[in-house]
Protein backbone atom coordinates (compact mmCIF):
# COMPACT_ATOMS: atom_id res chain seq x y z
CA UNK A 1 0.00 0.00 0.00
CA UNK A 2 0.94 3.23 -0.38
CA UNK A 3 1.26 4.31 3.56
CA UNK A 4 2.24 2.21 6.69
CA UNK A 5 -0.38 0.37 7.50
CA UNK A 6 -1.06 -1.42 11.30
CA UNK A 7 -2.60 -4.35 12.58
CA UNK A 8 -5.15 -4.38 14.20
CA UNK A 9 -6.80 -1.51 14.52
CA UNK A 10 -8.47 -2.12 17.57
CA UNK A 11 -7.55 -4.62 20.44
CA UNK A 12 -8.61 -5.22 23.32
CA UNK A 13 -7.42 -7.82 25.54
CA UNK A 14 -7.60 -9.25 29.04
CA UNK A 15 -5.35 -8.59 32.03
CA UNK A 16 -2.45 -11.67 31.50
CA UNK A 17 -2.59 -12.32 27.98
CA UNK A 18 -0.13 -11.26 25.35
CA UNK A 19 -0.55 -9.54 22.31
CA UNK A 20 1.32 -8.88 18.82
CA UNK A 21 0.85 -5.85 17.22
CA UNK A 22 1.74 -5.28 13.62
CA UNK A 23 3.34 -2.62 11.51
CA UNK A 24 4.48 -2.73 7.63
CA UNK A 25 6.30 0.23 6.42
CA UNK A 26 6.29 1.99 3.56
CA UNK A 27 7.93 0.08 0.53
CA UNK A 28 11.44 0.58 0.76
CA UNK A 29 12.05 2.51 3.83
CA UNK A 30 15.09 2.08 6.33
CA UNK A 31 14.15 2.77 9.39
CA UNK A 32 10.83 1.74 11.41
CA UNK A 33 9.98 3.24 14.63
CA UNK A 34 7.49 2.19 17.42
CA UNK A 35 5.91 5.16 19.63
CA UNK A 36 3.16 4.70 22.35
CA UNK A 37 0.62 7.49 23.22
CA UNK A 38 -1.87 7.77 26.06
CA UNK A 39 -4.90 9.83 25.74
CA UNK A 40 -4.40 13.79 25.60
CA UNK A 41 -0.79 12.99 25.66
CA UNK A 42 2.39 13.58 23.34
CA UNK A 43 4.03 10.50 21.70
CA UNK A 44 6.70 8.57 23.48
CA UNK A 45 9.76 6.52 22.10
CA UNK A 46 9.27 2.43 22.45
CA UNK A 47 12.54 1.71 19.88
CA UNK A 48 13.61 1.88 16.18
CA UNK A 49 15.13 -0.35 13.90
CA UNK A 50 17.39 0.18 10.73
CA UNK A 51 16.40 -2.65 8.30
CA UNK A 52 16.58 -5.51 10.39
CA UNK A 53 18.86 -4.51 13.35
CA UNK A 54 17.45 -3.11 16.63
CA UNK A 55 19.31 0.01 17.25
CA UNK A 56 17.52 1.37 20.14
CA UNK A 57 15.22 -0.01 22.56
CA UNK A 58 15.64 2.32 25.61
CA UNK A 59 12.14 3.29 25.27
CA UNK A 60 10.78 -0.05 26.60
CA UNK A 61 9.01 0.22 29.57
CA UNK A 62 10.28 -3.04 30.74
CA UNK A 63 11.27 -6.59 29.55
CA UNK A 64 7.31 -7.34 28.66
CA UNK A 65 8.14 -5.75 25.54
CA UNK A 66 10.40 -6.66 22.48
CA UNK A 67 9.60 -5.78 18.84
CA UNK A 68 11.47 -7.53 16.06
CA UNK A 69 11.87 -6.82 12.30
CA UNK A 70 13.47 -10.00 10.82
CA UNK A 71 13.46 -9.20 7.39
CA UNK A 72 13.71 -5.45 7.63
CA UNK A 73 10.23 -4.75 6.32
CA UNK A 74 7.43 -6.10 8.47
CA UNK A 75 7.93 -5.75 12.13
CA UNK A 76 6.06 -7.10 15.17
CA UNK A 77 5.55 -5.30 18.91
CA UNK A 78 4.86 -7.57 21.61
CA UNK A 79 3.31 -7.38 24.87
CA UNK A 80 3.61 -10.20 27.31
CA UNK A 81 1.62 -10.70 29.97
CA UNK A 82 -0.55 -7.40 29.65
CA UNK A 83 -1.51 -4.77 32.46
CA UNK A 84 -4.30 -1.97 32.47
CA UNK A 85 -1.33 0.15 32.82
CA UNK A 86 -0.40 -0.86 28.96
CA UNK A 87 -3.58 0.74 27.46
CA UNK A 88 -2.95 3.45 25.03
CA UNK A 89 -2.83 3.68 20.93
CA UNK A 90 1.08 1.96 19.92
CA UNK A 91 1.88 3.82 16.56
CA UNK A 92 4.47 2.72 13.92
CA UNK A 93 6.57 5.13 11.71
CA UNK A 94 8.81 4.76 9.25
CA UNK A 95 11.28 6.75 6.75
CA UNK A 96 13.82 6.72 4.45
CA UNK A 97 16.42 6.50 7.61
CA UNK A 98 19.63 8.27 8.43
CA UNK A 99 17.97 10.41 10.58
CA UNK A 100 17.42 13.25 7.97
CA UNK A 101 14.27 12.43 6.15
CA UNK A 102 10.73 12.84 7.31
CA UNK A 103 7.99 10.41 9.17
CA UNK A 104 5.23 8.45 7.94
CA UNK A 105 2.99 7.38 10.44
CA UNK A 106 0.85 4.63 10.45
CA UNK A 107 -2.76 5.14 12.13
CA UNK A 108 -2.00 3.03 15.40
CA UNK A 109 -3.61 0.47 17.05
CA UNK A 110 -5.95 1.33 20.17
CA UNK A 111 -4.50 -1.58 22.41
CA UNK A 112 -7.49 -1.73 25.73
CA UNK A 113 -6.20 -3.94 28.42
CA UNK A 114 -9.54 -4.77 30.84
CA UNK B 1 17.89 14.27 30.22
CA UNK B 2 16.30 16.05 27.42
CA UNK B 3 13.39 18.03 27.75
CA UNK B 4 10.76 19.63 24.99
CA UNK B 5 8.72 22.27 26.16
CA UNK B 6 5.77 23.89 24.08
CA UNK B 7 3.82 26.57 24.57
CA UNK B 8 0.90 27.41 24.98
CA UNK B 9 -0.71 24.22 25.03
CA UNK B 10 -4.18 25.20 24.27
CA UNK B 11 -4.90 27.92 21.51
CA UNK B 12 -7.68 29.32 20.49
CA UNK B 13 -7.89 32.14 17.23
CA UNK B 14 -10.24 33.85 15.12
CA UNK B 15 -10.02 32.14 11.37
CA UNK B 16 -7.76 34.53 9.38
CA UNK B 17 -5.54 35.14 12.60
CA UNK B 18 -1.51 34.87 12.48
CA UNK B 19 -0.62 31.91 14.91
CA UNK B 20 2.85 31.09 16.51
CA UNK B 21 3.53 27.95 18.49
CA UNK B 22 6.86 27.95 20.14
CA UNK B 23 9.20 24.89 21.14
CA UNK B 24 12.19 25.08 23.04
CA UNK B 25 14.63 21.60 23.96
CA UNK B 26 17.46 21.59 26.71
CA UNK B 27 20.41 19.07 24.73
CA UNK B 28 22.07 19.22 21.54
CA UNK B 29 19.98 18.14 18.64
CA UNK B 30 20.62 17.46 15.03
CA UNK B 31 16.72 17.62 13.62
CA UNK B 32 13.87 18.86 15.27
CA UNK B 33 9.89 17.92 13.68
CA UNK B 34 6.75 19.37 13.55
CA UNK B 35 4.24 16.93 13.70
CA UNK B 36 0.26 17.49 13.24
CA UNK B 37 -2.18 15.42 14.64
CA UNK B 38 -5.62 15.64 13.48
CA UNK B 39 -8.90 15.64 15.80
CA UNK B 40 -9.24 11.52 14.02
CA UNK B 41 -6.12 11.01 15.46
CA UNK B 42 -3.62 10.77 12.36
CA UNK B 43 -0.21 12.46 12.55
CA UNK B 44 1.25 13.79 9.56
CA UNK B 45 5.22 15.36 9.25
CA UNK B 46 5.03 19.07 8.49
CA UNK B 47 8.83 19.81 8.55
CA UNK B 48 12.10 18.42 10.11
CA UNK B 49 15.03 21.45 10.07
CA UNK B 50 17.79 21.60 11.68
CA UNK B 51 18.88 25.05 10.89
CA UNK B 52 17.28 28.20 9.66
CA UNK B 53 13.45 28.23 8.36
CA UNK B 54 11.47 26.32 5.94
CA UNK B 55 7.93 27.19 4.70
CA UNK B 56 5.45 25.20 2.72
CA UNK B 57 2.00 27.25 2.02
CA UNK B 58 0.80 28.98 5.36
CA UNK B 59 3.50 27.65 7.26
CA UNK B 60 6.58 28.36 8.24
CA UNK B 61 9.13 26.97 10.66
CA UNK B 62 11.96 28.51 12.01
CA UNK B 63 15.25 27.45 14.32
CA UNK B 64 17.28 28.88 16.51
CA UNK B 65 20.09 26.37 17.31
CA UNK B 66 21.80 28.76 19.83
CA UNK B 67 19.03 29.40 21.42
CA UNK B 68 17.77 25.76 21.41
CA UNK B 69 14.02 27.07 20.28
CA UNK B 70 11.86 26.70 17.58
CA UNK B 71 8.91 28.45 16.44
CA UNK B 72 5.55 27.15 13.66
CA UNK B 73 4.12 30.40 12.29
CA UNK B 74 0.47 29.51 10.79
CA UNK B 75 0.02 32.48 7.93
CA UNK B 76 -3.81 33.71 7.03
CA UNK B 77 -5.03 30.69 10.04
CA UNK B 78 -8.44 28.45 8.66
CA UNK B 79 -10.64 25.94 10.66
CA UNK B 80 -9.18 23.16 9.33
CA UNK B 81 -6.21 24.06 10.74
CA UNK B 82 -8.01 22.89 14.12
CA UNK B 83 -5.48 20.09 15.40
CA UNK B 84 -2.37 19.43 17.63
CA UNK B 85 0.78 20.26 17.11
CA UNK B 86 3.54 18.72 18.42
CA UNK B 87 7.36 19.11 18.63
CA UNK B 88 9.43 16.62 18.14
CA UNK B 89 13.50 16.62 18.89
CA UNK B 90 16.27 14.03 17.86
CA UNK B 91 19.21 14.10 19.98
CA UNK B 92 23.02 14.71 18.42
CA UNK B 93 24.43 11.46 20.03
CA UNK B 94 23.63 9.14 17.04
CA UNK B 95 20.00 7.74 17.90
CA UNK B 96 17.17 8.40 16.11
CA UNK B 97 15.65 8.57 19.16
CA UNK B 98 12.92 11.49 18.90
CA UNK B 99 11.71 13.07 22.47
CA UNK B 100 8.10 14.58 22.04
CA UNK B 101 6.58 17.75 23.54
CA UNK B 102 2.98 17.35 24.73
CA UNK B 103 1.41 18.96 21.98
CA UNK B 104 -0.33 22.51 21.20
CA UNK B 105 -4.18 22.40 20.88
CA UNK B 106 -5.11 25.00 18.37
CA UNK B 107 -8.79 25.73 17.54
CA UNK B 108 -9.49 28.16 14.67
CA UNK B 109 -12.75 29.06 14.57
CA UNK B 110 -14.69 30.53 11.71
Known amino acids: GAGVSQSPRYKVTKRGQDVALRCDPISGHVSLYWYRQALGQGPEFLTYFNYEAQQDKSGLPNDRFSAERPEGSISTLTIQRTEQRDSAMYRC???FGQGNSPLHFGNGTRLTVT | KNEVEQSPQNLTAQEGEFITINCSYS?????LHWLQQHPGGGIVSLFM???GKKKHGRLIATINIQEKHSSLHITASHPRDSAVYICAVQGDGGSEKLVFGKGTKLTVNP
Open chain 1, 93 to 95: ASS
Open chain 2, 49 to 51: LSS
Open chain 2, 27 to 31: VGISA
